[in-house]
DNA sequence: CAAGATATGGAGACTATCTCCACTTGTCAA
DNA sequence: TTGACAAGTGGAGATAGTCTCCATATCTTG
């Protein structure tokens, strides 16, 4: 699925320039630099980064795409070694916390999810199915919710990711993750 | 304070143009116009637009600007003659409601709230105003809890509004919004 | 190693934004 | 009224990103 097309060595090679270099920029808060820049600080041609990757989104996600994997991955850990409840904790608390020491990757994925109807999109529908088994397991577990989908819980979540760069939001966002996790309980009707 | 400069009657006849063809078009679903165009379909010229309005947000912060006042003094009302809880889930599913049959605000409440170090954010700022009223008249009332301020609230609220225009997002909202109420009802701790 | 497939790079077309200023229009005092 | 000054106008063109195109270079495979 994957891997459809063995991409010729130079080809490879410029690729994966190109991604090195966003990643140091990425990391060093240069987001909007001069889309054809990229080109040239990586050393390629115009044309080669637009070959591969035709638009600032598509790099940002193969950027960080690994990095959305890994997390998502911690979300399966967690669910199998903790009760569900707890784990939905840990995974959202951990979740804000990796987002304010990575401020690109907030970025990518808050346009990620703005950009739900597109082929780009599938590292965002990866998280969302790490968010619905957490809840699922949860509501199966009899501590969470069953009326809330977890469409309603990326809503606040990309409400968090957009608003992460904002100096002084972290208090805010682990606000709205309480908030989130208490109207997440299973309410005693 | 909103007096200080006493327009010249073409000036203001400009601006109202201006004004009223970006209702017009909001209204029906292009917000994405050339910005110069704007000025071309109102009659006036590139500079006049620019004059009056600098930016696009400009302009969408003044075309939504009463209707965001006139949301604003309903919290006030509901605060006045409802329980603080009620007033407060009467504000944000109206808002929610709103939203999704007036989409330009939306965008442009999404646009205000990521914009919040500009001059033209006060339109977002009365907004926040206004939430924190509400939060702090339940707080008072003993029903809503205190450790949670309106900025992270603000925050839900701000992924509510991007995530509007997607189709099928009602249904989530309308849960994210009870995910919020539920939170911010004060635990028997 | 030859031939075909694959990929390159960067000049320049294209597009949207925004500025600038010679000119028009409104205002107001006389 | 009218003259003179302030206020406002419009739209051509400067500026600056984005993206395309294709002659050329580089890989790969038989």
Known sequence: MTAAKPLRADARRNRDALLAKARELFASGCFDL?????????????GTLY????????LAEAVYREELTAMCARAGELQATLPA???LAAFLRGFVNHLHTHLGLARTLATLMATRS?????GGRELDRA???LL???VEEGTIRDDVGAGAVMMVLQGICTACD???SREDA???VTLLLDGLRRRPS
Chains 1, 2 share one sequence.
């Not at 001069?34 to 115009?46: I, S």
């Not at 070959?51 to 598509?58: D, Q």
């Open 34 to 46: 001069r889309f054809d820049d990229f080109a040239k600080l990586a050393g390629v041609g115009t």
């Open 51 to 58: 070959r591969h990757f035709p638009t600032r989104a598509a």
């Open 85 to 87: 409840a707890e784990a």
């Open 118 to 122: 597109d082929a780009l999109a599938d």
């Open 131 to 133: 968010m619905a088994g």
């Open 136 to 138: 699922a397991a949860g």
């Open 166 to 168: 904002e100096p002084g």
């Open 174 to 176: 682990d606000g709205a």
